[in-house]
């Protein structure tokens, strides 16, 4: 008997209807192969449901959801919503979605497929082996705390509140000491000691939560001396545990190493299994509509799926070997072509993949 898993597909806007449906042929194939029943129910978000329910995140599409075994979101946002007041810009659904779902644990894998050293602006020598995962907190600190602008006799004055529950940063850490004990065993523990009592707090959890971890070889580092050994000795990373805003920016750097955003896939994790799989880039309206997009990120994303919200091990290893096999073969899309050789379209692309995967099986 097929194993029945509900997904809540939500395409969104740009480019992400397009490496949607790359990702939902593949998840399609991996379930011929693995023995899964697929019901993909197509939900509304971002500025498309702007335009026809004057909402970002419609309570539909949420419902959808939260009834669902796994959301597969492409991106949200772009230039015709950019003047839109702050309840009517796509940007709002991401933040509603992860917080309505409480996903907490934001997971952002950099890892370099062979052959592509030469997309990337670092040199080859400094990328080799590069296989790092980026845990960043997802609904605390600075970016949920209390914000506000004031009139004063100096002029404006802008607050915005860094704050951390002890509870929160527990949740996070030991969530990233499981996944380095399942990788190669380091954490690197990345805050603000020197000057924030919210990564002093960090810091004591981080060592109170280490010693139920033995075998897990734990390291504290600044964040802005982290920034620096992304990349200048980004090998020497497993895994990265941050707060919120350090994991934004740093991921983003990490993102860096693997040759092209079109790569970065992640995966926002809660209590639960139900978790939301996106590929790390936005919307790309300068791509949107011609078919030249890259679609790994939002394929690897279903490999995340498979891995984090089914427990598929085998699966997921299964499209991330697909994806190997056909870059291995020379095929590119247009942000990581070879110079002088011809770029596969979107959908050519996702094509090669669901093929490798058939012959996988
Ligand atoms: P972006 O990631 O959309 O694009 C940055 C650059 O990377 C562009 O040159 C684009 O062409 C390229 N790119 C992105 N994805 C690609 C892919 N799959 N294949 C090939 N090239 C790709 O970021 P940008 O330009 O800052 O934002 C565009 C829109 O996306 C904005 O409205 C922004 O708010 C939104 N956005 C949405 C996100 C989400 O839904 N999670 C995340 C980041 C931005
Ligand atoms: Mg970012």
């Known amino acids: 008997m097929a194993e029945k898993k509900r997904i809540a597909v939500?395409?969104?806007?740009?480019?992400?209807?397009?490496?949607?449906?790359?990702?939902?042929?593949?998840?399609?194939?991996?379930?011929?192969?693995?023995?899964?029943?697929?019901?993909?129910?197509?939900?509304?978000?971002?500025?498309?449901?702007?335009?026809?329910?004057?909402?970002?995140?419609?309570?539909?599409?949420?419902?959808?959801?939260?009834?669902?075994?796994?959301?597969?979101l492409g991106a949200v946002g772009g230039p015709r919503w950019?003047?839109?007041?702050?309840?009517?810009?796509?940007?709002?659904?991401?933040?509603?979605l992860r917080q309505e779902l409480g996903l907490f644990a934001n997971l952002r894998p950099a890892t370099l497929f062979p052959g592509l050293e030469k997309s990337s602006s670092l040199k080859p020598e400094v990328l080799e082996g590069v296989d790092l995962l980026v845990v960043r907190e997802l609904t605390g600190g600075i970016y949920f705390g209390e914000k506000y602008t004031e009139e004063t006799?100096?002029?404006?004055?802008?607050?915005?509140?860094?704050?951390?529950?002890?509870?929160?940063?527990?949740?996070?850490?030991?969530?990233?000491?499981?996944?380095?004990?399942?990788?190669?065993?380091?954490?690197?523990?990345?805050d603000?000691?020197?000057?924030?009592?919210?990564?002093?707090?960090?810091?004591?959890?981080?060592?109170?939560?280490?010693?139920?971890?033995?075998?897990?070889?734990?390291?504290?580092?600044?964040?802005?001396?982290?920034?620096?050994?992304?990349?200048?000795?980004?090998?020497?990373?497993?895994?990265?545990?941050?707060?919120?805003?350090?994991?934004?920016i740093l991921s983003d750097e990490a993102a860096m190493l693997t040759g092209s955003i079109g790569m970065l896939p992640s995966a926002s994790l809660g209590k639960g299994p139900l978790g939301l799989y996106e590929p790390v880039h936005g919307s790309a309206p300068d791509?949107?509509?011609?078919?030249?997009?890259?679609?790994?990120?939002?394929?690897?994303?279903s490999a995340m799926m498979f891995r984090h919200s089914f427990h598929d091990e085998e699966a997921a290893r299964a499209i991330e070997s697909a994806v190997k096999k056909v870059l291995s073969s020379g095929a590119r899309t247009t942000d990581i072509a070879l110079a002088g050789s011809l770029a596969l379209s979107t959908e050519e692309f996702g094509d090669r993949v669901c093929e490798a995967l058939r012959r996988y099986g």
């Open 10 to 72: 939500l395409p969104g806007d740009g480019i992400g209807p397009e490496i949607v449906d790359e990702s939902v042929k593949v998840i399609k194939e991996t379930g011929k192969q693995f023995g899964y029943d697929f019901e993909c129910s197509f939900g509304m978000v971002g500025g498309g449901a702007i335009e026809r329910l004057k909402n970002p995140l419609p309570e539909e599409t949420l419902t959808l959801c939260r009834n669902s075994d796994a959301v597969l």
């Open 82 to 96: 950019d003047s839109n007041p702050p309840h009517l810009r796509p940007e709002k659904a991401l933040l509603g």
């Open 287 to 301: 791509l949107a509509g011609q078919g030249v997009a890259n679609p790994i990120a939002a394929i690897l994303s």
């Open 192 to 248: 603000k000691a020197n000057v924030l009592e919210s990564s002093r707090l960090w810091r004591r959890v981080v060592d109170r939560v280490s010693k139920d971890f033995p075998e897990v070889r734990v390291q504290h580092m600044l964040v802005d001396n982290c920034a620096m050994q992304i990349i200048s000795r980004p090998a020497d990373f497993d895994v990265i545990v941050t707060e919120n805003m350090f994991g934004d």
């Open 153 to 190: 006799g100096e002029g404006a004055r802008a607050t915005d509140t860094l704050v951390y529950y002890e509870h929160e940063i527990e949740r996070i850490v030991r969530r990233a000491f499981r996944l380095a004990k399942g990788r190669r065993r380091r954490i690197t523990s990345v």
